[in-house]
């Protein structure tokens, strides 16, 4: 079955340290995109990339990062310089970035500060 | 700047009460895209419907129906005959094209929909 699978479902970080979020497709999708998800605040974009090798800042990118050396993968690492992590987080990823382009999600990471 | 605005945030109806979800959008472009997309409990978002700008037929599939009126900004999704399954977190979201070439989704702040048995 081709989809986005995101690992973990649940993540829990200590003070001051990184994590990773996985995101992994097998849609042979271009581009591909991180959002974070707070109540009531819809959908806010991290990162994304079109190409491997290449990324971009979306409108919240402090205290993340992203890597993409394969156009499966997409992984996010929340750095202890994002000061407010606790949200639910959403990879996506479409066709060649067109703005008519369906974006496929996955089931989310729900990170958690301990 | 674009803008996406569902205002209802919160709607609850009896299974069997029709629905409409609203969404009011602004942009200075000519051409865009809009879409809806439902989350279910499981988080991820599913897409149900994507209209571009230059497209303003009404559409219909099954129980679900989208209203695009361009002179109003609006892109109104209605359930008729709602059923427990609809209950879900339900996003509007635009996308144009920006002047770089690139494009970015802006996404509403969604309506949560319970349909009550």
């Known amino acids: 079955d081709g989809g986005i699978t995101q690992s973990p479902k649940y993540l829990f970080r200590k003070e001051g340290q990184n994590v990773t979020l996985s995101c992994e497709q097998n849609?042979?999708?271009?581009?591909m995109y991180w959002y974070r998800q707070d109540p009531g605040q819809g959908l806010r974009l991290i990162y994304y990339s079109q190409i491997v090798n290449d990324f971009q800042k979306g409108d919240i990118a402090e205290g993340y990062s992203v890597s993409r050396e394969k156009k499966e993968s997409f992984p996010l690492t929340v750095t202890s310089a994002q000061k407010n992590p606790t949200a639910f987080y959403l990879c996506a990823s479409s066709f060649a970035e067109l703005a008519k382009n369906i974006q496929y999600f996955g089931a989310g990471t729900r990170l958690s500060v301990l | 700047a674009q803008k996406v605005t569902q205002a209802q945030t919160e709607i609850s109806v009896v299974e069997k009460e029709d629905v409409t979800l609203d969404c009011v959008y602004e942009?200075?472009?000519?051409?865009?895209?809009l879409f809806w997309y439902k989350q279910p409990p499981s988080g991820e978002l599913v897409f149900l419907i994507r209209r571009n700008s230059f497209d303003e037929q009404n559409e219909i599939s099954g129980r679900y129906s989208w209203n695009f009126q361009k002179s109003t900004s609006s892109f109104n999704f209605t359930i008729t005959a709602s059923q427990v399954v609809d209950s879900a977190v339900y996003f509007c979201?635009?996308?144009?094209?920006?002047?770089?070439?690139?494009?970015?989704?802006?996404f509403g702040t969604g309506t949560r929909l319970k349909v009550l048995a």
């Open positions: 979201a635009l996308s144009e094209v920006e002047g770089s070439g690139t494009y970015k989704y802006i």
């Open positions: 849609l042979n999708h271009d581009a």
């Open positions: 942009t200075r472009d000519t051409t865009y895209y």
